[in-house]
C-alpha cells in the first residue's frame, strides 16, 4: 500500500497545508451559512437538524485535525484525513437534500485534492467512496421523498466526475513529479559540476585571483595564496599584499597588449608569470588573474643548459686537461726551485691555486652531466645523522666543531645515502668556512626533527656565520654563483638538484639571532616512489 502514497518533499507538505486551510474555510462557511438569516432555507432541506449539527461536526473536526496533525509522519494519515472529509462531506450531502445542494461539488475538489497526495489504486479507492456514497445516499433520499428519484443521473456525473478528477490529478501529479525529479537531477548534476570545478580550481596549481575595481579579491584558489605566501586573500585589498602585481596589472591596464614582466611575491619565493583578463559582470568590471610558476621552467631550461655544458666540457675536458696539468706541474716544479725569489714563489702558488679551481670546475661540471640516477633507501635518519658526524669529526680539521641535536622517537625517510652524504657534507663544510669567517672557531649544528604541520623529517644545518644578504638571496642557488675567489659557484646547485631527484626540498632560512639555515625538507618514507 505505501507504493501508492506520494507525501514527500516540501511541496507536498504545502499542498496539505492548503488542504487543511480549504477543509476550514468550508466549516467556517457552513457555519455561517447555519447562522445567518439563510437559515429558513434548511426548512426546505431533507433533514435540517442533521445539516445543522453535521456542519459544526465538520468545523470543529477540522480545526483539532489542523491544531493536531500539521506534519503526519505517516501516509496512512493522509488517507485517514481524505476519506474522513469524503464520509462527512457525503453525510452533509445526504441532509442537504443530495445534487441540488451542491455539496456533491465540494466533494468532486476534495477528491481532486486527495489525489494530488495519494497515488494508484489509494487515490481511485477516495475517488469510489465519493461517488458510491453520492449514488447510494440518493437510492436512500429517493425511498422517503419520491422526488429524488430525478437525481440519479446528476449523482451519476458527479460520481463520473469524482473519477476523472482523480485521473486528470494523478497524471497531471505524475507529469509535475517527473519535471520535479528531472529538475532536481539537473540541480543536482549542476551542484556536482559546481564542485567539481571549484575542486579543480582550488587543486590548480595555476594561481587564479578575480579582483573588483577596488582591488578586492573576490576569488583566489589555493594555487593563489601559495604563491603570494598568504593563507587566504578572499576579501582582501590586494594592494598591500602584493603592490608589485597591482603595478603588472596597472601596466597591462594601459598597455593590454605589452606581455607583463614576471615578478617575486616575496624576497625568497617564487618567480611569477602573471597574465591578465577583464571581466564584465553588468555594471561592474572585473579583473581576471592568472599567475604560473615559472621557477621550474626556468630551471629547466638552466639544466638543459647545464647537460649540454657538460656533454660539450665531456668532449673537451681532455683538451683543457692535458695543458692544465702540465701548467700545474710546472708551476709545482717553479715551487721547488731555489733560484726563485719571495715575488715570483708568489706568482707560482697564484698559477698553482687557478689550476686547481679550474679543475674542481671541470669536475663538477663532468659530474653534472655524468650525474647517475637516484637510489633512494629506507634510512633511519637519527642513527645516520650519528654515524654521518662521527666519520665527520675523526676528519675535521682542529677549530672545526659539528654539534648533533635530534628529536625523539624513530624518523624515517627514502633516500640515496651517496647522495645524502654528498649534499651534508658540502652544507657542513660551507657552514664551518662561513662560521670560522665571524669566530675564531668554525662550528655548525645539525638540528633533526619532524614539521609539526606536514609531519615530514626535517634536517636544519645552522652555522653562526655572518648570513646571506638580501641581495645574494636571490642568486643563492644559481650555478657559477659565488662570493669567494676560490669558489666554482656549483656547491648549493648541485646540492638542491640531488635533494630534488630524492624527492627532498632544500631550502635558506633566515636563522634568528644570525648566522645560515639550511633546511632539508624529506619526503615520507611511504610517498616516494
Same mark, same amino acid.
Not at 638552466?302 to 660539450?312: E, I, M, T
Given at each position: *500500500?505505501?507504493?501508492?502514497?506520494?507525501l514527500?518533499?516540501?511541496?507536498?507538505w504545502?499542498?496539505?497545508?492548503?488542504?487543511?486551510?480549504y477543509?476550514?474555510?468550508?466549516?467556517i462557511?457552513?457555519?455561517?451559512?447555519?447562522?445567518?438569516?439563510?437559515?429558513?432555507q434548511l426548512?426546505?432541506?431533507?433533514?435540517?437538524?442533521?445539516?445543522r449539527n453535521?456542519?459544526w461536526?465538520y468545523?470543529?473536526?477540522?480545526?483539532?485535525?489542523?491544531a493536531?496533525?500539521r506534519r503526519?509522519?505517516?501516509?496512512?494519515q493522509?488517507?485517514?484525513?481524505?476519506?474522513?472529509?469524503?464520509i462527512?462531506?457525503s453525510g452533509?450531502?445526504?441532509?442537504?437534500g443530495?445534487?441540488?445542494?451542491?455539496?456533491?461539488n465540494?466533494l468532486?475538489?476534495a477528491?481532486?485534492?486527495?489525489n494530488?497526495?495519494?497515488?494508484?489504486r489509494i487515490?481511485?479507492?477516495?475517488?469510489?467512496v465519493a461517488?458510491?456514497?453520492?449514488?447510494?445516499l440518493?437510492?436512500?433520499?429517493?425511498?422517503?421523498r419520491?422526488?429524488?428519484?430525478?437525481q440519479?443521473?446528476?449523482?451519476? #456525473?458527479?460520481?463520473?466526475l469524482?473519477?476523472?478528477?482523480?485521473?486528470?490529478?494523478?497524471?497531471?501529479?505524475?507529469?509535475?513529479?517527473?519535471?520535479?525529479?528531472l529538475?532536481?537531477?539537473? #540541480? #543536482?548534476?549542476v #551542484?556536482?559540476?559546481e564542485?567539481?570545478?571549484a575542486l579543480?580550481?582550488?587543486? *590548480?596549481?595555476t594561481g587564479?585571483?578575480?579582483?573588483d575595481?577596488?582591488?578586492?579579491v573576490?576569488?583566489?584558489?589555493?594555487?593563489a595564496?601559495?604563491?603570494?605566501?598568504?593563507a587566504?586573500?578572499?576579501?582582501?585589498?590586494?594592494?598591500p599584499h602584493?603592490p608589485?602585481?597591482?603595478?603588472r596589472?596597472?601596466q597591462?591596464s594601459?598597455n593590454?597588449?605589452?606581455?607583463?614582466?614576471?615578478?617575486?611575491a616575496?624576497?625568497?619565493?617564487?618567480?611569477?608569470?602573471?597574465?591578465?583578463?577583464?571581466?564584465?559582470?553588468?555594471?561592474?568590471k572585473?579583473t581576471?588573474?592568472f599567475?604560473?610558476?615559472?621557477s621550474q621552467i626556468?630551471?629547466?631550461a638552466?639544466?638543459?643548459?647545464?647537460?649540454?655544458?657538460?656533454?660539450?666540457t665531456?668532449g673537451?675536458?681532455h683538451?683543457?686537461?692535458?695543458p692544465?696539468?702540465a701548467?700545474s706541474h710546472a708551476?709545482?716544479?717553479?715551487q721547488?726551485s731555489?733560484?726563485?725569489e719571495?715575488p715570483d714563489l708568489?706568482?707560482?702558488?697564484?698559477?698553482?691555486d687557478?689550476?686547481r679551481?679550474?679543475?674542481?670546475?671541470?669536475?663538477?661540471?663532468?659530474?653534472l652531466s655524468?650525474?647517475r640516477?637516484?637510489?633512494?633507501?629506507?634510512?633511519?635518519?637519527?642513527?645516520?645523522l650519528?654515524r654521518f658526524a662521527?666519520?665527520f669529526?675523526?676528519?675535521?680539521?682542529?677549530g672545526?666543531?659539528?654539534h648533533l641535536e635530534?628529536?625523539?622517537?624513530s624518523i624515517?625517510t627514502r633516500?640515496d645515502?651517496?647522495?645524502?652524504?654528498?649534499?651534508?657534507?658540502n652544507?657542513?663544510?660551507?657552514?664551518?668556512?662561513?662560521?670560522?669567517?665571524?669566530n675564531?672557531h668554525?662550528?655548525?649544528w645539525?638540528k633533526?626533527?619532524?614539521d609539526?604541520?606536514?609531519?615530514?623529517?626535517?634536517l636544519?644545518v645552522l652555522?653562526?656565520?655572518?648570513?646571506?644578504?638580501?641581495?645574494?638571496l636571490?642568486?643563492?642557488?644559481?650555478?657559477?654563483?659565488t662570493?669567494?675567489?676560490?669558489?666554482?659557484g656549483?656547491?648549493l646547485?648541485i646540492?638542491r638538484?640531488l635533494?630534488?631527484?630524492?624527492?627532498?626540498?632544500l631550502?635558506?632560512?633566515?636563522?634568528?639571532?644570525?648566522?645560515s639555515?639550511?633546511r632539508?625538507?624529506?619526503?615520507?618514507?611511504?610517498?616516494?616512489?
Open positions: *500500500m505505501s507504493a501508492d502514497f506520494s514527500s518533499g516540501g511541496q507536498s504545502r499542498i496539505l497545508r492548503l488542504y487543511h486551510l477543509r476550514l474555510v468550508i466549516g462557511t457552513l457555519a455561517l451559512l447555519i447562522s445567518s438569516d439563510l437559515d429558513a426548512l426546505d432541506m431533507m433533514h435540517p437538524t442533521l445539516f453535521g456542519s461536526l468545523l470543529v473536526l477540522n480545526v483539532l485535525v489542523i493536531t496533525v503526519p509522519k505517516r501516509l496512512a493522509i488517507f485517514s484525513l481524505a476519506l474522513v472529509d469524503v462527512l462531506l452533509l450531502f445526504y441532509a442537504a443530495g445534487t441540488p445542494s451542491g455539496i456533491g465540494l468532486i475538489v477528491v481532486a485534492i486527495a494530488i497526495l495519494l497515488r494508484g487515490g481511485l479507492l477516495i475517488a469510489a461517488a458510491t456514497g453520492m449514488i447510494y440518493t437510492f436512500y433520499l429517493s425511498l422517503s419520491p422526488a429524488a428519484a430525478a440519479y443521473v446528476q449523482a451519476g #456525473a458527479l460520481g463520473a469524482c473519477f476523472a478528477a482523480a485521473l486528470f490529478v494523478q497524471g497531471l501529479t505524475r507529469r509535475l513529479q517527473v519535471s520535479e525529479s529538475a532536481e537531477q539537473r #540541480a #543536482a548534476d #551542484a556536482n559540476l564542485a567539481l570545478n579543480i580550481l582550488q587543486r *590548480m596549481r587564479i585571483l578575480v579582483l575595481e577596488l582591488h578586492r573576490l576569488l583566489a584558489n589555493q594555487g595564496n601559495h604563491l603570494l605566501g598568504h587566504d586573500l578572499t576579501g582582501k585589498i590586494l594592494d602584493c608589485e602585481l597591482i603595478k596589472m596597472q597591462w594601459h593590454p597588449s605589452l606581455r607583463p614582466a614576471s615578478l617575486q616575496a624576497p625568497d619565493g617564487r618567480v611569477l608569470q602573471p597574465s591578465f583578463i577583464a571581466l564584465q559582470r553588468g555594471e561592474h572585473h581576471l588573474i599567475l604560473d610558476d615559472i626556468a630551471q629547466q638552466q639544466q638543459l643548459k647545464l647537460a649540454s655544458l657538460g656533454r660539450l665531456a673537451i675536458a683538451e683543457i686537461r692535458n692544465l696539468g701548467i708551476a709545482q716544479l717553479l721547488e731555489e733560484e726563485l719571495g708568489r706568482l707560482a702558488q697564484i698559477i698553482q687557478h689550476s679551481r679550474m679543475n674542481l670546475v671541470i669536475e663538477n661540471v663532468l659530474q655524468r650525474r640516477q637516484a637510489e633512494p633507501q629506507l634510512l633511519d635518519l637519527k642513527y645516520w650519528h662521527s666519520e669529526r675523526s676528519s675535521a680539521a682542529p672545526q666543531t659539528l635530534t628529536s625523539s622517537g624515517q633516500m645515502p651517496h647522495q645524502l652524504t654528498q649534499v651534508l657534507s652544507l657542513v663544510e660551507n657552514g664551518l668556512r662561513y662560521s670560522a669567517q665571524k675564531k668554525g662550528q655548525v645539525l633533526l626533527f619532524r609539526p604541520e606536514s609531519e615530514l623529517p626535517v636544519e652555522d653562526d656565520g655572518p648570513g646571506v644578504s638580501e641581495e645574494q636571490h642568486h643563492l642557488f644559481e650555478p657559477f654563483y662570493t669567494e675567489n676560490k669558489g666554482t656549483l656547491g646547485y646540492s638538484e635533494c630534488e631527484s630524492n624527492q627532498a626540498r631550502d635558506y632560512k633566515l636563522r634568528e639571532g644570525g648566522g639555515c639550511l632539508i625538507t624529506f619526503a615520507h618514507p611511504r610517498k616516494l616512489s
